[in-house]
């Protein structure tokens, strides 16, 4: 599913293997990763 993505976003404490194939690292999941990604690529912030 990672492979078909348009844009790869991982998060920061992701199997390396799939932080080598992201476009994008945001935050890890204990500091709002998932938002963070979303306010960067769909708000613009």
Do not use: P, R
């Amino acid at each position: 599913m990672f492979e078909c993505a348009g844009l790869k976003i991982a998060m920061e404490n992701a199997e390396e293997y799939l932080k080598e194939k992201a476009d994008y690292i945001t935050s890890n999941n204990n500091d709002n990763g998932v938002a963070k990604a979303i306010n960067k690529f769909i708000f613009d912030e």
